[in-house]
């Protein structure tokens, strides 16, 4: 054992031992990481206090890889800073050499899981990035990290070092099984029937097609969700029904999306790894009307809620007989919001770093808001909505098969629905 390290405390929950799982076979997603541009005077000592107070307070940010579980070290890791005030444009070679070397994967038997860089390029212009193992943390906690990072900087407080294992207990008791295979008997009965996205294997190939919208449209995803009493990621999954209808004739199929999985509420303070993926059953009976979409996607959204934490591999051994294996792969969504969005410092502007992640996406590196191992991955699409300071961006994760020039017409068909959302909402708004 490692100087500094304590015995383990805490066990793994079933999220993590499905990582280390895939990480044994050579699979598994890369570190979870975001980058982002600061603009105004950043205080770089007080901005380290506050990340070295965040490993405090969470335990897996200072976790280290052990067989018998995690071991937490009491050492944590300062910000590393470097000043390149010289790089222009602010995305360099040098700023991008760094930038990729924090994003590394990371051997968890002699390093901990976490690192933060603050890279100034200007008397006032900073990148700043977080990456953070799989393994510790998934992408709800980022969020929190955010939001705790710029606090502790805004307030400096001693931190509260959280004691998760009691929390993580509920996630990986035994007892909770007999609940899952209760609840995967009723998935199999709602899926009789279903058909998987009629999309070729692409054999572990895949690209990404990216498109950026006005802001105003995520503001009008959430009125017209405010007003149907539903969420914003509901609203999306009808729209995207609706876009695969358009060019595909499939008005009744199979989707998958990840869920944070924060089902005990205690959960939402700690830095963790309990993400799930659960299928969702989405159809409409006239394809062409939005509403019949809208309806069902209310509905299945709800269900999916109601079995978020049942293991992703029970559900797909739940699916009839007559479906593929990879039926819930096939088609995958996601509504998300930046992860540093709560990201508040006095008197700095904040941007996504976007030339960063192009570069991450030109190199075929795992983009990260939704990382996913390639061995998990065997056809398929997958369209994000992501909203940023600045924009809606949506994403479209393909197999190769289905082609650029199908993935930027099925982006098409998804802003066509979204404008017509838009439209509606501000007609409704009108009187």
Not at 27 to 40: C, H, K, R, S, Y
Not at 75 to 86: E, K, S
Not at 159 to 186: F, N, S, T, W
Not at 232 to 257: E, Q
């Amino acid at each position: 054992m490692r100087a500094g390290d304590t015995e383990p405390r805490l066990r793994w929950t079933s999220t993590q031992e499905r990582l280390l799982r895939e990480r044994a076979e050579g699979a598994g997603p890369p570190p979870l990481v975001t980058a982002i541009e600061l603009d105004g005077v950043v205080e770089g000592d007080r901005l380290d206090r506050a990340w070295q107070e965040i490993q405090r307070r969470q335990p897996f940010l200072r976790c280290r890889l052990s067989p018998e579980g995690p071991v937490i070290s009491d050492q944590v890791r300062p910000l590393i800073r470097a000043d390149l005030p010289g790089s222009s444009p602010r995305f360099s070679a040098d700023t991008g050499e760094i930038l990729a070397t924090a994003a590394r994967p990371r051997d968890l038997t002699i390093e901990g899981p976490a690192e933060a860089v603050l890279i100034r390029t200007g008397p006032e212009a900073y990148l700043l990035i977080c990456a953070i193992d799989h393994l510790a943390t998934d992408g709800w906690s980022f969020g929190l990290i955010a939001r705790e990072w710029s606090a502790q900087y805004r307030t400096p407080s001693p931190a509260r070092v959280l004691d998760p294992a009691g929390i993580i207990e509920k996630y990986a008791h035994p007892e909770r099984l007999q609940a899952h295979r209760a609840a995967a008997i009723e998935l199999a009965r709602e899926f009789e029937g279903a058909q998987a996205f009629p999309l070729p294997p692409s054999q572990g190939r895949w690209a990404l097609q990216l498109v950026e919208l006005p802001l105003e449209i995520a503001r009008g995803i959430r009125a017209r969700a405010a007003r149907e009493r539903t969420t914003p990621f509901a609203l999306a999954l009808a729209v995207l029904g609706w876009a695969l209808w358009i060019d595909h004739r499939t008005n009744d199929l199979i989707v998958s999306t990840h869920v944070a999985n924060r089902s005990v509420p205690q959960s939402e303070q700690i830095v963790c790894a309990v993400y799930n993926t659960v299928p969702i059953r989405v159809s409409a009976p006239d394809g062409d009307n939005f509403d019949s979409w809208l309806a069902s996607a209310k509905q299945a959204s709800v269900r999916a809620l109601q079995r978020q934490s049942v293991p992703f591999s029970m559900a797909r051994e739940a699916l009839p007989d007559a479906l593929p294996a990879d039926a819930l792969l096939r088609a995958m969504i996601n509504f998300d919001e930046h992860p540093f969005l709560g990201f508040v410092l006095p008197g700095v502007e904040i941007h996504e770093a976007s030339a960063w992640n192009q570069q991450r996406i030109g190199d075929g590196i795992h983009a990260p808001w939704y990382s996913t191992s390639t061995r998990a991955w065997p056809a398929g699409i997958t369209v994000s909505f992501r909203e940023t300071w600045d924009a809606l961006q949506l994403h479209c994760h393909y197999g190769c098969e289905l082609g650029d020039r199908g993935a930027l017409m099925l982006l098409g068909r998804v802003t066509e629905g979204l404008a017509l959302l838009t439209d509606s909402t501000e007609r409704d708004s009108n009187g």
